[in-house]
C-alpha cells in the first residue's frame, strides 16, 4: 500500500480522525527528527511503514505534525524520536525507542512488551508498546447522560476493577473475569448495598511489570497512556476492546444509577527515576515533563516516592491533563475523578508550593468538568500536607478528610483527648474546612492504602513481607488494636469484640456530616492478612471473596440497611454545617455526654453523645458514642407526651437484631440508656409507635 502524505495540521494533538484519513500530532520541541511507525498488526516485529517527518514540513512551532490519507480507526502507530542525548541537560533523545503517544486513546503490544529490555539499551521495537486510532464518535451512547448526583446523596465505593471478579468465588464466565464486563455482571451487588458511586483505582492503561520481579503492579499507580483505558481489563484483547468495553460498564452503570469516578495519576508516571524506560513523554521532551534536579538535570525531583514527578503547572504538561479530563467526561461520559497525591499539582514548574496553580484553576473552572465531581487526596510523598486548602481553593474540590479516618480510628481504639477532635470530624470538619458546606469532606475509614476494615480491629502491625521490602513498605501509623491477638483468632470474646468495633466505624461513619466512603470488600470484612500495602499482590490477598457473603451476611444486611436508613433521613443529605444550638428551625446539632448538655472535652474522655434535627422534615435524632471499656448510662432528651425514643442502631446486639429501620425499631421506656463498653447507639423519636414494638426497661 502507498501513502498519501500531507503536511498535516498542529490540533488537535494525538490522531485524530478524518473522512479522508488520520491528522497525528506530538509535542516535541528539541527534537531534530521523528518519524511516524505505522504497523499492519499491534505484534509485528517491524513498521509496515516508517513516514519521516522533517521540521522544514512538519512542524509548527514546537508541534510536529503530518496526515495521511486512506487510513482510519484501527490504524497501529508509534514513533521514533531523535535528538541530542545530554541528561546533564535535561535532554533524553534515544532514536532507538518507539514511544507511545502521550495522547494515544488505546494501547497494545502488551503481549510482548518488556519493561527490562526497555530500560536497556537497544532497539526495543520489537517489544514495544504501541497505540490505535481512535474514533470517539463511533460508538452508540443509547442517550447516555451525566448523572450528576449531588455529593450530599452520595456514597461512594472504592474498587479495584481487577480485583472486584478475579476470585474463583465470583461466579462469572472465566472470560469476563477480571474485567469492565465483570463490574457490569455485579452492578445488582452495588444496587443492593446502596451504592451510588463506584470510585476506580486506576484505569488509565499502566505498566503491571514496574515492579521487583516475581511480582506484579497491581494498583495500577503507574501510568503509560492518560487517555487509553487498561487493556487487561476488557475480556476483548481486540485493538478496540478495552474502549469500547469500558463504554459499556459506564453506560451500565449509569442505567443501574451509578456514578463513575476514576482514581487519575497525574504526579508521576511508569518512566519512572534515571534508570527507568523510555516509554513516551521523557522520549518527546524530558525537560518539559518532569521536575529535574536544579543542579544535575539527568536526576528527576520524586515528590511522588515513584521516581519523577509530571511538571503539571507547564503549560504542555497542564494542557495534557486537562485534555485528558475532559476526554474522559466528554468521550467517556464519566462522572468525576479523584486526583492521586494531588498536593504534587500545586507545585510550580521547579516544584514549589504555589497559592494558585494553573492547571488547578482551570480545572476549577473548565466548563467542560462543570458537572463532575472533584476529589483531591490532599498531600503528596515529599510531606507537602494541605488538607483543606483544596476545599478552600474555590467552589468544585473535595477531598479525601484524611483526618476522618485517623480521629475515628484513635477513638474507637480508646486513645485520649480524641473526643473533640471526633466532634469536629462528626459535625463536617469545620476546623479543616473554611467553608460552610460539608459534603465535600470525603469521609473513610479504611481505603486502598492501609489495612481493610477487617483488618483495622485484627492486627496491631503491619506484615507486609510478602512484599518483599523486608517490611519495610507501607504506613506504621495504623491506630489500629487487634482486640486481644495478633490476626486470625477462634476466641469467641476476641472475634464478637472485633465484629463490635467494624460497627462502630460503620455507625460512625454514616451518621457523619459528609460524603461516606466504603473500601470494597469491607462490606464482607475482606482480609488482607495484616499486609497495609497490597499495591503488588494481585492474587487472592487482594481480590474480593465472593464466598465471604454468605459468611457475613448478617454485617452485609446491616450496612444495607444503614445506609438505607441514613440515605432517608434529610439530616444527613443537608448541604451545609449544622447550627450547633439548643433551639434552632434550621437543622442543628447538640452535643451531650452522659448527662445531657454536658459534653465532656477533657482528655480522659471516652463518650460522646449528640442529638441531630432537622425540624422541617420532623426528624429527631439521639446518638451515643462510648469507646470506654466500661458501661455507661446515657440521660436522654426529654421528647412530648406523644414522641417516644426508638432504638434504631445499638452495636452491642447482634447484627441480626439491630433494627435500622423505625419500623422494626425497638421502643425505649426509661430515661437513661446503658450503652455497653465500646459500643455504639442511635435513637429516633417517633409518636404512636408504642404499640408496634417490644419496649427496653
Given at each position: 500500500m502507498s501513502l498519501a502524505i500531507l503536511p498535516g495540521k498542529s490540533s488537535p494533538l494525538g490522531a485524530t480522525v478524518y473522512p479522508e484519513g488520520v491528522n497525528f500530532c506530538v509535542y516535541s520541541k528539541h527534537a531534530s527528527k521523528i518519524d511516524l511507525l505505522l504497523f499492519a498488526d499491534p505484534l509485528d516485529p517491524q513498521p509496515q511503514h516508517t513516514v519521516e517527518l522533517s521540521a522544514a514540513i512538519h512542524k509548527t512551532s514546537n508541534f510536529w505534525h503530518v496526515f495521511i490519507k486512506n487510513i482510519g480507526a484501527g490504524q497501529i502507530y508509534g514513533y521514533r524520536v531523535y535528538g541530542e542525548y545530554n541528561p546533564k541537560e535535561g535532554l533524553r533523545f534515544d532514536g532507538d525507542k518507539v514511544l507511545l503517544d502521550p495522547y494515544a486513546r488505546a494501547i497494545v503490544g502488551q503481549e510482548k512488551y518488556d519493561?527490562?529490555?526497555?530500560?536497556?539499551?537497544?532497539?526495543?521495537?520489537?517489544?514495544?508498546?504501541?497505540?490505535?486510532?481512535?474514533?470517539?464518535?463511533?460508538?452508540?451512547?443509547?442517550?447516555?447522560?451525566?448523572?450528576?448526583?449531588?455529593?450530599?446523596?452520595?456514597?461512594?465505593?472504592?474498587?479495584?476493577?481487577?480485583?472486584?471478579?478475579?476470585?474463583?468465588?465470583?461466579?462469572?464466565?472465566?472470560?469476563?473475569?477480571?474485567?469492565?464486563?465483570?463490574?457490569?455482571?455485579?452492578?445488582?451487588?452495588?444496587?443492593?448495598?446502596?451504592?451510588?458511586?463506584?470510585?476506580?483505582?486506576?484505569?488509565?492503561?499502566?505498566?503491571?511489570?514496574?515492579?521487583?520481579?516475581?511480582?506484579?503492579?497491581?494498583?495500577?499507580?503507574?501510568?503509560?497512556?492518560?487517555?487509553?483505558?487498561?487493556?487487561a481489563y476488557s475480556s476483548c484483547?481486540?485493538?478496540?476492546?478495552?474502549?469500547?468495553?469500558?463504554?459499556?460498564?459506564?453506560?451500565?452503570?449509569?442505567?443501574?444509577?451509578?456514578?463513575?469516578?476514576?482514581?487519575?495519576?497525574?504526579?508521576?508516571?511508569?518512566?519512572?527515576?534515571?534508570?527507568?524506560?523510555?516509554?513516551?513523554?521523557?522520549?518527546?521532551?524530558?525537560?518539559?515533563?518532569?521536575?529535574?534536579?536544579?543542579?544535575?538535570?539527568?536526576?528527576?525531583?520524586?515528590?511522588?516516592?515513584?521516581?519523577?514527578?509530571?511538571?503539571?503547572?507547564?503549560?504542555?504538561?497542564?494542557?495534557?491533563?486537562?485534555?485528558?479530563?475532559?476526554?474522559?467526561?466528554?468521550?467517556?461520559?464519566?462522572?468525576?475523578?479523584?486526583?492521586?497525591?494531588?498536593?504534587?499539582?500545586?507545585?510550580?514548574?521547579?516544584?514549589?508550593?504555589?497559592?494558585?496553580?494553573?492547571?488547578?484553576?482551570?480545572?476549577?473552572?473548565?466548563?467542560?468538568?462543570?458537572?463532575?465531581?472533584?476529589?483531591?487526596?490532599?498531600?503528596?510523598?515529599?510531606?507537602?500536607?494541605?488538607?483543606?486548602?483544596?476545599?478552600?481553593?474555590?467552589?468544585?474540590?473535595?477531598?479525601?478528610?484524611?483526618?476522618?479516618?485517623?480521629?475515628?480510628?484513635?477513638f474507637v481504639k480508646g486513645e485520649p483527648d480524641m473526643v473533640s477532635h471526633l466532634a469536629a470530624r462528626i459535625l463536617g470538619s469545620p476546623d479543616i474546612y473554611n467553608v460552610p458546606v460539608t459534603y465535600r469532606s470525603i469521609n473513610f475509614i479504611t481505603c486502598h492504602d492501609g489495612f481493610t476494615l477487617n483488618d483495622l480491629v485484627s492486627f496491631n502491625e503491619k506484615h507486609n513481607q510478602s512484599n518483599a521490602e523486608d517490611n519495610l513498605d507501607g504506613n506504621n501509623q495504623n491506630f489500629s488494636w487487634n482486640c486481644g491477638q495478633e490476626g486470625p483468632t477462634d476466641q469467641k470474646e476476641i472475634e464478637e469484640l472485633r465484629l463490635r468495633q467494624i460497627k462502630n466505624f460503620l455507625t460512625i461513619l454514616f451518621v457523619s456530616q459528609g460524603t461516606p466512603m466504603l473500601l470494597m470488600g469491607d462490606d464482607i470484612r475482606r482480609t488482607q492478612q495484616g499486609n497495609n500495602n497490597a499495591y503488588c499482590q494481585d492474587n487472592e490477598l487482594s481480590w474480593f471473596d465472593w464466598s465471604g457473603l454468605d459468611r457475613q451476611w448478617d454485617l452485609w444486611c446491616f450496612i444495607r440497611k444503614l445506609i438505607k436508613f441514613t440515605q432517608g433521613l434529610r439530616i444527613f443529605s443537608h448541604h451545609h454545617l449544622l447550627t450547633v444550638t439548643y433551639a434552632s428551625h434550621d437543622p442543628h446539632l447538640v452535643w451531650h455526654g452522659v448527662k445531657l448538655g454536658h459534653p465532656d472535652w477533657s482528655a480522659n474522655s471516652h463518650s460522646l453523645a449528640f442529638s441531630l434535627r432537622h425540624p422541617a422534615a420532623g426528624e429527631h435524632l439521639h446518638i451515643m458514642l462510648n469507646a470506654y471499656w466500661e458501661n455507661l448510662s446515657f440521660e436522654l432528651p426529654l421528647l412530648g407526651k406523644s414522641e417516644n425514643w426508638y432504638s434504631i442502631v445499638d452495636t452491642s446486639l447482634p447484627l441480626n437484631q439491630i433494627a435500622c429501620n423505625l419500623e422494626e425499631a425497638t421502643l425505649v421506656e426509661t430515661e437513661n440508656y446503658l450503652v455497653e463498653a465500646r459500643s455504639c447507639v442511635i435513637l429516633m423519636s417517633k409518636s404512636n409507635h408504642r404499640e408496634q414494638s417490644k419496649p427496653i426497661h
Open positions: 519493561r527490562l529490555f526497555a530500560i536497556n539499551q537497544g532497539d526495543n521495537c520489537a517489544s514495544s508498546l504501541r497505540a490505535v486510532v481512535i474514533d470517539p464518535s463511533d460508538y452508540d451512547w443509547e442517550g447516555d447522560q451525566p448523572i450528576n448526583r449531588d455529593y450530599a446523596n452520595t456514597i461512594i465505593y472504592e474498587l479495584h476493577v481487577g480485583g472486584l471478579t478475579r476470585h474463583p468465588s465470583s461466579d462469572l464466565a472465566q472470560e469476563i473475569k477480571g474485567t469492565y464486563a465483570g463490574v457490569i455482571a455485579k452492578i445488582p451487588y452495588f444496587q443492593q448495598l446502596g451504592i451510588t458511586a463506584v470510585e476506580l483505582l486506576p484505569i488509565h492503561e499502566f505498566d503491571p511489570q514496574d515492579v521487583k520481579p516475581g511480582l506484579t503492579n497491581y494498583w495500577g499507580y503507574n501510568t503509560v497512556g492518560f487517555f487509553a483505558p487498561h487493556r484483547k481486540d485493538r478496540f476492546g478495552a474502549v469500547n468495553e469500558f463504554r459499556d460498564m459506564v453506560k451500565a452503570l449509569h442505567k443501574a444509577g451509578i456514578e463513575v469516578i476514576l482514581d487519575v495519576v497525574f504526579n508521576h508516571t511508569a518512566e519512572g527515576n534515571e534508570r527507568g524506560p523510555t516509554l513516551a513523554w521523557r522520549g518527546f521532551a524530558n525537560e518539559v515533563y518532569y521536575i529535574l534536579e536544579d543542579e544535575d538535570k539527568s536526576l528527576y525531583k520524586n515528590y511522588s516516592g515513584c521516581g519523577n514527578t509530571l511538571k503539571t503547572n507547564h503549560p504542555v504538561v497542564g494542557t495534557m491533563i486537562l485534555d485528558s479530563l475532559r476526554y474522559w467526561v466528554s468521550e467517556m461520559h464519566v462522572d468525576g475523578f479523584r486526583f492521586d497525591l494531588a498536593s504534587v499539582m500545586s507545585r510550580d514548574i521547579v516544584g514549589k508550593p504555589v497559592e494558585r496553580p494553573a492547571v488547578l484553576w482551570v480545572a476549577e473552572s473548565d466548563p467542560v468538568l462543570a458537572g463532575t465531581k472533584l476529589i483531591a487526596e490532599a498531600w503528596d510523598a515529599a510531606g507537602l500536607y494541605q488538607l483543606g486548602w483544596f476545599v478552600n481553593l474555590g467552589e468544585r474540590f473535595a477531598e479525601w478528610n484524611g483526618r476522618f479516618r485517623d480521629d475515628v480510628r484513635r
